[in-house]
């Protein structure tokens, strides 16, 4: 995973609430074996309106998403995360985020954030001056060329895998001997929790 | 930890807890993981490329049920049709290979045991009370229904799943949904799990996990409480559940992957453990009169947007929050509904039954309850009813409900997710309306520009017989 420490950049103000996974890749382009190429299909309904903020030049190319309430809501699919990654967003910021959707965003290297509605209505407006925003894991801040500072906080594991672009597949395998201990425990308790089947 | 009282969520929580991080993050055993086609071929093949192996095989399995079209599989010699979309044939190819090159049980698409991954897990008695489910699929928190912790993941941790059994997960807040009394004639599991979407909203759960408590869920039938537990994820809660009690125990008793003879008895034995204790606190609770629950419908584009059968679509102005309004009149446009409208005048032109929420035997027989000896109405252009696995829809022609259905002017399909999520064949045309027995409503579900209905299987059926939403207690 690509670690990221910090985000600097124009920000695309959706602003938007409730932008569901179905929003973000519609369930035709999940029909792929790949992780690429999702951007293609991103936010494809919101791209047929005339004068959409993804088409806009200004924010071509913008490292930041900024979004209303429950961003990321509905279908588990990590193929949202996947095509924003495509699409080169490494920032999202919103007053809340589905649970599912924030892992899965950490996993591809996408930092969610989350601000109050005020802060973020701030930042909304910001962005639709085209003035750039600053994001700093590190010091956990969002910041604005008007001086403004807004601090947010991120679970301190999932902090720690992205400033250190850690997998955590391979963290928790170094863990065998723990999980081994857990199972025998199991086996000895509840063999047909074990075993998956009557018999 | 004994001493202090404990919800249902937390004792479940605390028996899978390998070990706890210093920053808080727990390390949790997965008891069961179903698989399907969609979010499960980068899993596997970033195990491949790491030269990753599966940790425990048997835990898993593996069954198609999204990409499958919901035609006939076999031709008249018996041999398997194939698929026509090569995208959709290469990602089911892909689970068929993967399965079995990682050791993991399939049920192929062909076989009478196939189905929808939340209608088959409890059917065959993979899941089980008190254990901890995942599936690369939101909609896992169904399985809650038996009183076990199930909750959907993504790709990534599907594949963390298959190479450790584990995840790394942050414990949620206990939240209760308790109602009392006996809902009305008339009014489904599904009516009373969209008023709850609607009361506490779309993003009312996130961060909870939601136990169902109170007269009306002790009162269902194991097919009820999975349609209620379903559908915890579009009140933004990640998993919802019910405790497990002697309905539940006689729902899995002798299923095919259940345990048996003494082991079963030791199984109910700690079963009967799993409750909440008298004192336990929860962090939210949310309390409604059954009374208040009437047949429901969606009016919106968020399974919150909900209103009770008699009610008309709203006026954005009507909304107290700003945020809202803006996207009520964005919903309304998209929907091509005038506020004010009386729901039951909206027309309808297609119908579909089915879906993890609603495709059980229960929920067939319920719809075809209301269609028997009529007719779906002239305007209604499309009607399918797709049964949630191969074993219902055997039933369900055991019991002559296809007839029903197909005399009504339905068709009656093989077994999958169909027109709950625009992927397959089966889809919604743009600009049309349905009366959808699915769990979401969301802008384009059901195919770009589809205008979707929520509401339950006799509902659905009152639709297509009087060609608009319709209250099904005036048809019986
Ligand atoms: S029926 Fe719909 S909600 Fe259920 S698993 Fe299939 S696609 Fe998901």
């Known amino acids: ?199 | 930890m004994a001493s202090r009282p404990r919800t249902l969520y937390e004792k479940i929580w605390d028996a899978h807890v390998v070990e706890t991080r210093e920053d808080g993050t727990a390390l949790v055993y997965i008891d069961r993981h179903l698989v399907h086609e969609v979010t499960s071929p980068q899993a596997f093949e970033a195990l491949r490329i790491a030269g990753r192996t599966v940790r425990r095989p048997e835990l898993t399995l593996a069954v198609p049920d999204h990409n499958l079209p919901t035609t006939p599989r076999l031709d008249s010699r018996g041999l398997p049709i194939p698929i026509a979309d090569p995208e959709s044939a290469a990602q089911l190819a892909a689970l068929e290979a993967n399965a079995p090159a990682f050791g993991i049980r399939y049920i192929p698409a062909t076989a009478k045991e196939q189905g929808i991954v939340h209608v088959v897990g409890p059917e065959q008695g993979f899941s089980l009370p008190g254990t901890t489910i995942v599936c690369g699929d939101s909609h896992t928190a169904c399985h809650g229904g038996l009183g076990a912790l199930a909750f959907g993941i993504g790709t990534s941790e599907v594949e963390h799943v298959l190479a450790t059994q584990t995840l790394l997960l942050q414990q949620s807040k206990p939240m209760e949904v308790r109602v009392e009394g006996a809902l009305g004639p008339g009014v489904s599991a599904k009516d009373l799990i969209l008023h709850i979407i609607g009361r506490i909203g779309a993003a009312g759960g996130t961060g909870y996990v939601i136990e169902y408590r109170g007269a009306v869920f002790e009162a269902m039938s194991v097919e009820e409480r999975l349609t209620v537990c379903n559908m915890s994820i579009e009140a933004g809660a990640r998993a919802g559940l019910i405790a497990p009690d002697d309905v539940t125990f006689a729902y899995l008793r002798g299923r095919p992957m259940a345990p048996q003879g003494a082991e079963w008895d030791a199984a109910v034995a700690y079963w009967r453990t799993l409750r909440t204790d008298e004192g336990a606190v929860f962090a939210k609770s949310v309390v409604i009169d059954a009374a208040d629950v009437e047949p429901s419908v969606t009016w919106g584009t968020s399974p919150e947007d909900v209103v009770p059968i008699g009610g008309r679509v709203p006026h954005p102005e009507d909304f107290a929050d700003e945020s809202k309004r803006v996207a009520a009149k964005k919903s309304l446009d998209y929907m091509g509904l005038t506020p004010g409208t009386p729901m039951t005048e909206v027309a309808i032109e297609n119908v579909f039954i089915g879906s993890c929420t609603n495709s059980r035997i229960e929920d067939l027989r319920a719809a075809a309850a209301v269609l028997k000896g009529r007719r779906k109405a002239d305007n209604v252009r499309w009607a399918i009813v797709v049964p949630g696995s191969g074993l219902v829809k055997a039933q369900a022609e055991e019991e002559g409900l296809d007839r029903i259905f197909t005399e009504a002017g339905f068709e009656w399909r093989e077994p999958g997710c169909s027109a709950c999520l625009g992927m397959n064949p089966d889809k919604v045309p743009p600009g049309e309306r349905c009366a959808s027995t699915s769990n979401r409503n969301f802008v384009g579900r059901q195919g770009p520009g589809a205008r979707t209905h929520l509401v339950s299987p006799a509902m659905a059926a009152a639709a297509a017989v009087t060609g608009r939403l319709a209250d099904v207690r005036e048809l019986v």
């Open chain 1, 1 to 199: 995973m690509q670690p990221l420490t910090r985000a600097q950049g124009r920000a695309i103000p959706l602003g938007l609430k409730n932008v569901d996974t179905d929003i973000i890749i519609p369930a035709r382009w999940l029909k792929t074996i790949s992780r690429e190429g999702l951007g293609q299909g991103a936010f494809e309904t919101i791209r047929a309106e005339p004068g959409n903020v993804f088409d806009d030049p200004a924010y071509a190319g913008a490292p930041i998403l900024i979004a209303g309430d429950n961003f990321g809501c509905g279908s588990s699919r990590e193929h949202a995360a996947w095509a924003l990654a495509d699409l080169g967003i490494r920032v999202v910021i919103a007053p809340s985020f589905s649970d599912i959707f924030s892992g899965n965003a950490v996993k591809n290297g996408i930092l969610p954030v989350v601000l109050p509605q005020d802060a973020v209505d701030r930042l909304l407006d910001a962005a639709r001056e085209g003035l750039e925003i600053s994001v700093d894991l590190e010091a956990q801040t969002v910041t604005t060329p008007y001086q403004d500072r807004f601090a947010f906080t991120l679970d301190p594991f999932r902090r720690h895998c992205l400033l250190n672009g850690l997998d955590e597949v391979g963290l928790t395998m170094a863990r065998g001997e723990a999980i081994a201990a857990f199972e025998a425990q199991r086996t000895a308790a509840r063999p047909w929790l074990m075993r998956g089947t009557a018999a």
